[in-house]
């Protein structure tokens, strides 16, 4: 959508922005999982941000410039944040919504019910994942219909 806003007369077919979108989900995923990581396997966090990292730079290269393709895998990329910040938090309202209340799966008891931070981050994240979310769809659909030439000869 990002590419087809910023150049509507040339289009691609493809899975890389896709792709680019499962990058930015794991991305979300080590930051709002890198203690839980570290508690479980503490490879896996190293693992998995070399992964993203080596994806990342091997499909998107060092240039960030406004080419078709290049800006649709970076519109692709932020909307996997995004996505990912939305639901990697859903699984801990489910948690703590139960009757009775759980602790989510990624904290100890300690963690969850200590004077933490992990609380204001849950309803931080929770929260504004989804509505930056619904705001960057709204502003991707306002910029293409309000500002697209889409009649290019």
């Known amino acids: 959508m ?6 509507p007369e040339s289009y691609g077919v493809g899975a890389s922005c896709a792709g680019f979108g499962l990058i930015g989900f794991l991305t979300a995923y080590i930051f709002s999982n890198w203690q839980f990581m570290g508690r479980t ?7 998995i941000l070399v992964l993203c990292l080596f994806f990342f730079l091997t499909n998107q290269g060092l240039s960030l410039n406004w080419e078709s393709k290049n800006i649709g895998h970076q519109g ?3 909307t996997g944040i995004l996505i990912g910040f939305t639901l990697s938090e859903q699984y801990d309202y489910n948690a703590v919504s139960t009757d009775p209340p759980r602790t989510p799966d990624r904290y100890t008891d300690e ?15 929770a929260r504004c994942g989804l509505i930056f979310l619904i705001i960057w769809f709204v502003l991707l659909i306002c910029l293409f219909y309000l500002y697209t030439d889409v009649d290019v000869e």
């Open 2 to 7: 990002l590419a087809v806003t910023f150049h």
């Open 111 to 125: 963690e969850w019910k200590g004077p933490c931070c992990f609380k204001f981050r849950y309803y931080l994240c």
């Open 41 to 47: 396997n503490p490879g896996q966090r190293w693992y």
């Open 76 to 78: 692709g990329f932020i």
